[in-house]
């Protein structure tokens, strides 16, 4: 199985903050990188995929880079409804994993 | 615009199994563009994919469930099913359906959207 590590695995930041958040992958996974957000009892949504792509109707705050190993996801200017969980997915592999998540919480 | 939506009983007894459907509005799950995937959290931990159907009824699954994992199609009905065999507490877990996207432009990118809202799954006696 390829092992995705996202960190740091909690965040402290304030609104307005440029906030980037890592994840990589224990082999390489060209760019078949997802990052999703997930807010509390709500299913996850889709924000960035194939490493860079921005969803549409996701704000252009969010952005993603990288390829091979080492991702990011990075928020340029964190707003009040930003404060939640962040999964990144790999899809190299027909078993698709997920990091274990990172916490985005309001300093 | 495409829902999905998790129904099934709440609370499962160990060693029995739990069943599942998802049902897709707003669109055919007979697309030939996707396929449709079963996603599970336990409470207060991360995500992990259990499996993925195409509208014909080809499956692939995680490896670590196969043994106990069953998902079908029902395209008269636009839902799709997920059957877990001979559960345990370590089954307990919001479950979600969602909608498996692959772009070729992408370089064949695969992703998960839209999802369900999920449902909670206990397994208890």
């Known amino acids: 199985d390829i092992q995705m590590t996202q960190s740091p695995s909690s965040l402290s930041a304030s609104v307005g903050d440029r906030v980037t958040i890592t994840c990589r992958a224990s082999q390489s996974i060209s760019s078949y990188l997802n990052w999703y957000q997930q807010k509390p009892g709500k299913a996850p949504k889709l924000l960035i995929y194939a490493a860079s792509s921005l969803q549409s109707g996701v704000p252009s705050r969010f952005s993603g880079s990288g390829s091979g190993t080492d991702f990011t996801l990075t928020i340029s200017s964190l707003q009040p409804e930003d404060f939640a969980t962040y999964y990144c997915q790999q899809s190299y592999s027909t078993l698709t994993t997920f990091g274990q998540g990172t916490k985005l919480e309001i300093k | 615009q495409l829902q999905l939506q998790e129904s099934g009983p709440g609370l499962v007894k160990p060693s029995e199994t739990l069943s599942l459907t998802c049902t897709v509005s707003g669109g055919s799950i007979s697309s030939s563009s996707y396929y449709w995937g079963w996603i599970r959290q336990p409470p207060g931990k991360g995500l992990e994919w259990i499996g993925s159907?195409?509208?014909?009824?080809?499956?692939y699954y995680n490896p670590s469930l196969k043994s106990r994992v069953t998902i079908s199609v029902d395209t008269s009905k636009n839902q799709f099913s997920l059957k877990l065999s001979s559960v345990t507490a370590a089954d307990t877990a919001v479950y979600y359906c969602a909608r498996r996207e692959e772009v070729v432009a992408a370089g064949g990118a695969v992703w998960f959207d839209p999802w369900g809202q999920g449902t909670l799954v206990t397994v208890s006696s």
């Open positions: 159907i195409y509208y014909s009824g080809s499956t």
